[in-house]
């Protein structure tokens, strides 16, 4: 498991104990909604540790209960963590193995861990991750939008004002964007997402691995007219596609000069001068160095 086999001589030994006198955190990938989506390795485990800390001890009580796991429970979520983390950090020192569990998927992602480990990395306690099911992977690979690169946001901030000054520094984000919100702020993010960051293709993915798993697809538009006429419900993923350059589809304005498509995106869309040219030259299909090359020479011609 944790401890390592090692020579049989007093020295070595010595070594043997201490290492086994410490624990062994587990971090195990559950469900994010079938009950089967739960790796062999993550169930030996779960059946082995001394100890599982868990968000909601009623939630995993039922993931325990259909695979026959009886196993002591302890809660772990946000309202406890910074009390809780040293409690379990004094078991792993005493030697207990421990797994940590979400309510769904990875443990830390999105959800609370991050101080647990940090304190068994700092305490050099064996942290040992158990891959499993993510909301956000299920939903980019199901999307049909560009996955080579992405950037996992998680939720964005309830208050309007904040959810929107965090949009405008999407703006300008060239990889997929994939973020988690609440059924009853969707369309209102949707809304404030079209509005920032302009109509791009995008996806609600909603109850992944569910009964009543569902995939909207289409311009944020196209989903805002659709959560008008039918609101969502339950958890939901959603993705935005990549902004989408006009050089991509052959419709950049090449009547239009650098300088002067500069100046409007600054006027319209409200982008600094760096966010600005950095759009332009996308749209031109050139590096941002090279567009800056063309602003300067074009600046040093006489009119």
Same mark, same amino acid.
């Given at each position: 498991?944790?401890?390592?086999?090692?020579?049989?001589?007093?020295?070595?030994?010595?070594?043997?104990i201490s290492?086994?006198?410490?624990?062994?955190?587990?971090?195990?990938?559950?469900?994010?909604?079938?009950?089967e989506d739960?790796?062999?390795?993550?169930?030996?485990?779960?059946?082995?540790?001394?100890?599982?800390?868990?968000?909601?001890?009623?939630?995993?009580?039922?993931?325990?209960?259909?695979?026959?796991?009886?196993?002591?429970?302890?809660?772990?979520?946000?309202?406890?963590?910074?009390?809780?983390?040293?409690?379990?950090?004094?078991?792993?020192?005493?030697?207990?193995?421990?797994?940590?569990?979400?309510?769904?998927?990875?443990?830390?992602? +999105?959800?609370?861990?991050?101080? @647990?480990?940090?304190?068994?990395? /700092?305490?050099? *306690?064996?942290? !040992?991750?158990? #891959?499993?099911?993510?909301?956000?992977?299920?939903?980019?690979?199901?999307?049909?939008l560009p996955?080579?690169?992405?950037?996992?946001?998680?939720?964005?901030?309830?208050?309007?004002?904040?959810?929107?000054?965090?949009?405008?520094?999407?703006?300008?984000?060239?990889?997929?964007?994939?973020?988690?919100?609440?059924?009853?702020?969707?369309?209102?993010?949707?809304?404030?997402?079209?509005?920032?960051?302009?109509?791009?293709?995008?996806?609600?993915?909603?109850?992944?691995?569910?009964?009543?798993?569902?995939?909207?697809?289409?311009?944020? +538009?196209?989903?805002?007219?659709? @959560?008008?006429?039918?609101?969502? /419900?339950?958890? *939901?993923?959603? !993705?935005?596609? #990549?902004?989408?350059?006009?050089?991509?589809?052959?419709?950049?304005?090449?009547?239009?000069?650098?300088?002067?498509?500069?100046?409007?995106?600054?006027?319209?869309?409200?982008?600094?001068?760096?966010?600005?040219?950095?759009?332009?030259?996308?749209?031109?299909?050139?590096?941002?160095?090279?567009?800056?090359?063309?602003?300067?020479?074009?600046?040093?011609?006489?009119?």
């Amino acid at each position: 498991m944790c401890a390592k086999r090692v020579p049989n001589n007093s020295s070595a030994t010595a070594a043997t104990i201490s290492a086994e006198s410490r624990g062994c955190l587990y971090l195990v990938g559950t469900p994010i909604g079938n009950l089967e989506d739960i790796t062999l390795r993550a169930l030996r485990i779960l059946k082995e540790v001394d100890l599982i800390a868990c968000e909601d001890t009623r939630h995993t009580q039922k993931l325990l209960n259909h695979y026959d796991i009886a196993k002591r429970l302890v809660s772990y979520h946000e309202h406890n963590e910074m009390t809780r983390s040293p409690e379990l950090l004094i078991k792993l020192e005493d030697g207990a193995k421990v797994a940590l569990v979400s309510d769904a998927g990875m443990p830390l992602v +999105s959800d609370p861990g991050y101080r @647990l480990v940090a304190l068994c990395v /700092r305490h050099k *306690i064996p942290v !040992v991750p158990i #891959p499993g099911p993510s909301a956000l992977l299920a939903a980019l690979s199901g999307s049909g939008l560009p996955s080579e690169e992405f950037l996992f946001v998680g939720f964005l901030p309830q208050r309007s004002a904040e959810r929107r000054r965090m949009l405008e520094h999407l703006r300008i984000e060239e990889r997929t964007i994939i973020l988690y919100e609440a059924p009853h702020r969707i369309a209102e993010s949707i809304a404030d997402a079209r509005e920032i960051l302009g109509d791009r293709p995008a996806c609600i993915a909603r109850e992944v691995t569910k009964l009543h798993e569902e995939f909207l697809r289409g311009k944020l +538009s196209q989903l805002e007219e659709s @959560l008008a006429e039918r609101p969502a /419900r339950g958890e *939901i993923t959603l !993705v935005v596609g #990549p902004l989408e350059a006009s050089a991509a589809s052959g419709q950049a304005d090449t009547s239009q000069s650098l300088s002067d498509r500069v100046e409007e995106l600054i006027r319209q869309a409200k982008l600094d001068r760096k966010e600005a040219l950095k759009l332009a030259a996308k749209e031109r299909g050139i590096s941002r160095r090279a567009a800056y090359d063309q602003l300067v020479d074009s600046k040093s011609k006489p009119n």
